[in-house]
T-cell receptor, first 109, second 113 residues
């Protein structure tokens, strides 16, 4: 079965510290992975996807098939990064997104 | 472009009733997906539609149904409401054939009493 696990419900860091939000997945094929973000009182939005290999707002994520992970990283956290972050997987050529439970990132001044 | 819109934004129903939620995707987007968000289960996939055809369905009972119209607007219906159906229902749209839920709506918050 496909599954996405975000082991931390809450991650609290100080401004300027590095951030790593963990995401592990379970899928036998080649997954397509995404990170979504939800800022306070805003709608859920796509942050980045692994196939684009892009950096958005300073965040990057690398797919590690050996460790079945897709951790989200940022070298220097900003207070405006405080939000809920969801890792998600699409299995095969479908539109069925499987979400992790989410991690709340709290960046303290 | 206007974003994904969902109506109504809030809804209160009683057990046994039925409800219809509406989603208008971004203009030109043909793929619409629906999700249920609850504190306990998180975000769970309900359905995906493309060009009026249901392409995928999540693990929800038959009380949950949906459809998509020729203008890509989509509706979902929940019949015989149960208390556990209380949730935020999110709609997402994307332009491609294989929907990637790129743009989410604000959601419809349903409370079942």
């Amino acid at each position: 079965a496909q599954r996405v696990t975000q082991p931390e419900k809450l991650l609290s860091v100080f401004k300027g510290a590095p951030v790593e939000l963990k995401c592990n997945y379970s899928y036998s094929g080649s997954p397509e992975l995404f990170w979504y973000v939800q800022y306070s009182r805003q709608r859920l939005q796509l942050l980045l996807r692994h196939i684009s290999r892009e950096s958005i707002k300073g965040f990057t994520a690398d797919l590690n098939k050996g460790e079945t992970s897709f951790h989200l990283k940022k070298p220097f956290a900003q207070e405006e990064d405080s939000a809920m972050y969801y890792c998600a997987l699409i299995a095969g050529n479908t539109g069925k997104l499987i979400f992790g439970q989410g991690t709340t990132l709290q960046v303290k001044p | 472009k206007a974003g994904v819109t969902q109506t109504p934004r809030y809804l209160i129903k009683t057990r046994g009733q039925q409800v219809t939620l509406s989603c208008s995707p971004i203009s030109g987007h043909r793929s619409v997906s629906w999700y249920q968000q609850t504190p306990g289960q998180g975000l769970q996939f309900l359905f995906e539609y493309f060009s009026e055809t249901q392409r995928n369905k999540g693990n929800f009972p038959g009380r949950f149904s949906g459809r998509q119209f020729s203008n890509s607007r989509s509706e979902m219906n929940v019949s015989t409401l149960e208390l556990g159906d209380s949730a935020l229902y999110l709609c997402a749209s994307s332009p491609g054939v294989a929907g990637r839920s790129e743009y989410f709506g604000p959601g419809t918050r349903l409370l079942v009493l």
